[in-house]
């Protein structure tokens, strides 16, 4: 069974109640739907905390530089969000600030709090000499948050036909000691909890609670890979109890254009729910006949192999009311001709290649080759405006509106004979809207990315061990910017997700870490990567993003897990509820069945 949700702190500790925050989703008639469901499948799911371990621990430089500013070089993810929260602690003017991103190696939100940056500027602000800290793996391990453990308990009903009806569920999610994220987190939670159907009667309770485990915050996918996990695995259980395809079951409830989803909205136009589906599906041997969508037949499958499948999808960008926001300067210079072009931006460098796609596409918006185009990047000084956190699968959205946004006005500027010319441009996503403190209604996102997964595995009956033979995935990326980035994308997090479905074990007792090394915290080797990850490029234009293009750098992550424990299903006949799929709880959970 999943372990149990965290008990409240001591009341002498927490005089207010250990509850950071409570999101609820009231639609329709939950109680006086389950009377139409013919079947209903409960379930409780426990998802662990993850520890980011990316290639380079925390590590940064700080000054005092030649304008009296506190010059602080390090690695994060908002170079603005880091130049205000030293400022403030530093009660200096954010002019008097300065922040600066290298190429960093690796982020996946778990340089988007504080770590260094802070002590760093204080103690060069102070002594007025230049101080370096770098982290041992150990102390990063003990010392930036976690993805959120979350407990979920879902109660879902369908008819024969397999036409879901109602869904319940209940989220407590394990913010830790202390809060940066699990608000935010918690919100999508709540939004992918339900899955990416249409369901006309919805109750989803979530609270995050305050432990003394350490601080949970942002992980690639930011709340999404537990909401998603649960539904998921509910759809495949239905499924099973009605003798139904997974796949059929999918195409009789995925959201379309104009679905309602269980905030009561709409998703944004165009939803391709149902092409990643089925271009998965298809790529995984299934075969679409006149009973239905049915699974691959191989007539050599060995013992233990099987196949699952899940789909998901998740928001890009900031959410809930906050204004998305990119700013962005262009600066051409030559006479004739544009021989250089400038780009000006606070973005990020951490790995995903977000550079290289703002010079692709401000080189597209100039029609100048790319040799041609260089990006300033990541330096409070040069970029006077905020490009925001490259997180939520954002950048490439919000940086090529901005960068059209630019691009267009520095030219009318080249074509009245400026010498450079210049021009500044702060792109404003469409507006969102909070949550309906009553029913959760509302319209949180103001774009989205879909994505399908089938995975086929083999299972060791003696040892607990699974061979991850093949994933397919099929992502929606409205408009492919960089192929080979895309699929890098898909590639990377399709095997950070095989280590939180597999192997990543966090352990944490009364506050202590007992698993500090990465001899102890075990994360996948080249031996645990799939066979084959087959990455199939979907793309339906967003109308919003910049040449069609829509965030994907998290999708790839989100439906691995519920695949994963779907085929093991269906090589074994055992569900499994709880992650890691370690060996010991596979073989222990097939010796109980057996």
């Not at 008990?7 to 409570?22: Q, W, Y």
């Not at 003017?93 to 996946?108: D, K, L, S, W």
């Not at 072009?341 to 550079?355: C, D």
Request: proline share 7%.
């Amino acid at each position: 069974h999943p372990r149990r949700p965290p008990r409240p702190i001591h009341p002498e500790l927490a005089t207010e109640g250990n509850l950071i925050c409570h999101h609820q989703i009231r639609k329709g008639d939950v109680e006086a739907a389950w009377a139409e469901a013919d079947v209903i499948v409960e379930g409780e799911y426990y998802t662990p905390a993850q520890e980011h371990a990316y290639l380079q621990p925390e590590a940064g430089l700080a000054y005092v530089d030649d304008e009296g500013r506190v010059a602080v070089v390090v690695s994060g993810q908002w170079t603005w969000e880091d130049r205000n929260q030293i400022a403030h602690a530093l009660d200096l003017p954010p002019e008097q600030v300065r922040v600066i991103y290298p190429a960093i190696g690796g982020a996946f939100g778990g340089r988007e709090d504080m770590s260094v940056q802070i002590v760093l500027a204080l103690a060069a602000y102070k002594l007025r000499r230049p101080v370096k800290i770098v982290w041992s793996r150990e102390e990063s391990i003990r010392g930036h948050c976690k993805r959120h453990p979350m407990w979920l308990h879902c109660k879902w009903g369908a008819t024969r036909e397999g036409k879901l009806v109602a869904a319940a569920v209940h989220v407590i999610a394990d913010g830790g000691a202390y809060c940066y994220t699990t608000n935010k987190v918690l919100g999508n939670t709540v939004i992918t909890c339900t899955g990416p159907y249409e369901i006309p009667n919805v109750r989803v309770d979530a609270d995050g609670v305050y432990t003394n485990n350490l601080p949970s915050g942002a992980f690639r996918g930011f709340g999404a890979p537990q909401g998603i996990f649960a539904a998921e695995m509910q759809m495949n259980k239905l499924a099973h109890a009605l003798g139904m395809d997974p796949v059929e079951l999918r195409m009789r409830n995925l959201l379309r254009d104009e679905s309602l989803t269980a905030m009561g909205t709409p998703l944004p136009g165009g939803v391709s729910l149902v092409q990643v589906t089925e271009q998965c599906a298809r790529a995984a041997g299934w075969k679409q006949t006149a009973e239905g969508w049915q699974k691959p037949v191989v007539s050599n499958q060995k013992p233990g192999s099987g196949w699952g499948l899940a789909v998901a999808l998740k928001n890009i960008g900031f959410s809930f009311g906050y204004q998305e926001n990119c700013w962005v300067r262009v600066e051409l210079r030559g006479q004739a001709e544009i021989a250089e072009a400038t780009v000006y931006i606070g973005a990020a460098e951490v790995g995903q290649g977000s550079h290289t796609v703002i010079q692709q596409m401000t080189a597209q918006a100039l029609d100048v080759p790319l040799e041609r185009v260089r990006v300033i990047a990541s330096d409070t000084a040069t970029s006077p405006g905020s490009a925001g956190s490259v997180s939520a699968s954002r950048m490439t959205f919000m940086a090529g509106n901005a960068v059209r946004g630019a691009a267009a006005a520095a030219l009318d500027r080249w074509q009245d004979e400026e010498r450079p010319a210049s021009a500044e441009y702060t792109y404003l996503a469409p507006k969102t809207t909070p949550f309906d403190p009553e029913t959760g209604h509302g319209v949180p996102n103001f774009a989205y990315g879909y994505v399908a997964q089938a995975v086929q595995v083999e299972v060791d009956a003696e040892t607990g061990q699974l061979h991850i033979r093949r994933v397919v995935c099929a992502d929606d990326v409205g408009r492919a910017i960089n192929p080979q980035q895309v699929e890098g994308q898909i590639e990377g997090g399709v095997v950070q997700a095989v280590g939180w479905a597999t192997c990543e074990n966090f352990i944490a007792e009364d506050g202590r870490v007992l698993t500090p090394h990465l001899s102890t915290y075990l994360i996948p080797t080249i031996s645990d990567v799939p066979d084959q990850v087959e990455s199939l490029i979907f793309e339906q234009a967003d109308p919003r993003g910049p040449w069609g293009a829509r965030g994907m750098g998290e999708m790839p992550f989100l439906p691995l897990a519920p695949a994963l424990v779907a085929a093991v299903h269906d090589a074994t006949g055992v569900w499994f509820d709880e992650l890691p799929l370690t060996p010991e709880r596979v073989l222990r959970a097939l010796q109980r069945a057996s």
